[in-house]
């Protein structure tokens, strides 16, 4: 079984960054996709940006410009870049690696920002 552990949330003002990891216990074969998932409170998880295992990126509308989604093969990491954060990106940051026939989470990590 794999696990997903992320780590690099906290507190931090509007305007400031943070760099999200998320590294999987073991390799995982036959990446599809990867990315990165918020949960505020009250409301359905979202996509907040992926990755294709060639490179491909994809990001929500309110982050564009703003986020950056990386990702290191060798050791099955992901990351997100967060810069000139608002308040309305706190939330829960999950990753998610997706294989052909399976998908893997993380328990998340708690982002907040104060105005």
């Known amino acids: 079984q794999v696990q997903l552990v992320e780590s690099g949330g906290g507190l931090v003002q509007a305007g400031g960054s943070l760099r999200l990891s998320c590294a999987a216990s073991?390799?995982?074969?036959?990446?599809?996709?990867m990315g990165w998932y918020r949960q505020a409170p009250g409301k359905q998880r979202e996509l907040v940006a992926s990755?294709?295992?060639?490179?491909?990126?994809n990001y929500a509308d309110s982050v564009k410009g703003r986020f950056a989604i990386s990702k290191d093969n060798t050791k099955i990491t992901i990351y997100l870049q967060m810069n000139s954060l608002k308040p309305e990106d706190t939330g829960v940051y999950y990753c998610?690696?997706?294989?052909?026939?399976?998908?893997?989470w993380g328990r998340g990590t708690q982002v907040t920002v104060s105005s």
């Open positions: 998610n690696i997706a294989e052909v026939t399976r998908s893997y």
């Open positions: 073991r390799y995982i074969f036959s990446i599809n996709h």
């Open positions: 990755i294709t295992s060639g490179g491909t990126t």
